[in-house]
């Protein structure tokens, strides 16, 4: 199976040594939007994109608090204590503040007390970005030997209540990855590719309460600073992109798309996921889904998925792990691991 360099040993590299979830207890199922819009909207969320329930914030969680519980699983899970990290990455849209760093936050309160930290907001592709740029510290340079990386999620803080489109969809949670070290290995990262499409950024997202359009009256009356779909992409983007992405992996390594054993994608939409891999002609068994239980967490739906797969043993050491990641901007992301 494939080529050489597929298998090429690396002086350094970074693998994937823990990994860990969390989701808020509070659970809405789908009748609770029935109740709240007045109508049936369960039948349509389950029959279409599988639904049945989500995790949101209580009024007193925030990012950061769903970042820490991520991070201090994925720590045991790596046998690591707090000050044994080098650096954290958190990628978020959902951020503690505008400013500070909610990186800066969650280092304290974990007491990382040798991490240098960064925020990455790549929307929901903000993850496998996060990804990329952790492994790559780890490789080009020896002070970095363990990046905690956490995507998190807590949309439902800037949802109207009254839109159907997102209300039912959007939901929170975290998800953290530990990459550590691994010298003359042929584990852990072996590609990575960014893509954007900067021409939709105005189609999708949260506009009031930056430099552009700042928090006031009229704004909050209007509710301009929640979410909102502007514009309805064009479904074909997330198939068509995942699909190219996906075979940029197979032909850097002269492979198959069957030849890869797991595909973890953003959960926006099941329907996208099927026909990513029906492109491919990989079968649907090979992805990981948790929209059923869990909704739409952004950037933490990834990881979430990569957990709860590890956690029922589905991924097993050596197996290759692509993980597609895509956002509001529109914003792309993809990594290829050994794991």
Not at 315 to 322: A, G, M, S
Request: charged share 25%; aromatic share 10%; hydrophobic share 40%.
């Amino acid at each position: 199976m494939g080529s050489k360099k597929l298998f090429e040993i690396k002086r350094r590299n970074a693998v994937i040594k823990g990994i860990g979830s969390y989701a808020p207890e509070r659970v809405l199922q789908n009748k609770f939007f029935n109740d709240l819009l007045g109508e049936d909207v369960d039948t349509w969320l389950q029959e279409n994109l599988t639904i049945k329930e989500r995790r949101w914030c209580n009024e007193n969680q925030s990012t950061a608090d769903l970042c820490i519980e991520a991070a201090k699983n994925a720590l045991i899970d790596a046998n690591l204590s707090p000050d044994e990290i080098d650096l954290l990455i958190v990628a978020t849209d959902t951020p503690e503040y505008i400013s500070p760093s909610t990186a800066s936050v969650v280092q304290y309160r974990l007491g990382l007390k040798n991490a240098g930290t960064f925020d990455i907001n790549t929307a929901c592709a903000g993850f496998v970005t996060a990804l990329n740029v952790g492994s790559k510290f780890i490789i080009a340079d020896e002070k970095y030997n363990n990046v905690l990386v956490i995507g998190a999620y807590a949309m439902s803080k800037y949802l109207d209540l009254s839109d159907k489109k997102t209300v039912t969809l959007f939901a929170d949670g975290a998800g953290a990855v530990v990459l550590s070290t691994e010298e003359f290995t042929n584990r852990g990262f072996l590609y990575s590719e960014l893509i954007s499409q900067g021409e939709y950024h105005d189609w999708m997202g949260i506009y009031a309460g930056g430099t552009k359009i700042p928090v006031s009256k009229e704004v909050i009356k209007n509710k301009d600073h929640l979410l909102k779909f502007v514009k309805k992409f064009p479904k074909e983007i997330n198939p068509n992109t995942w699909t190219k992405m996906v075979k940029n992996i197979c032909a850097e390594f002269e492979i198959i798309p069957n030849d890869i054993d797991h595909f973890l994608f953003t959960q926006i939409n099941i329907n996208s996921i099927r026909e990513t891999l029906e492109n491919l002609n990989v079968p649907f068994e090979k992805t990981h889904t948790i929209m059923d239980r869990f909704a739409y967490t952004g950037s933490a739906c990834i990881p979430m998925a990569l957990d709860d797969a590890y956690k029922k043993s589905k991924i097993k050491k050596n197996q290759l792990v692509v993980f597609i990641g895509s956002g509001g901007g529109l914003a792309f992301a993809s990594a290829l691991f050994r794991f």
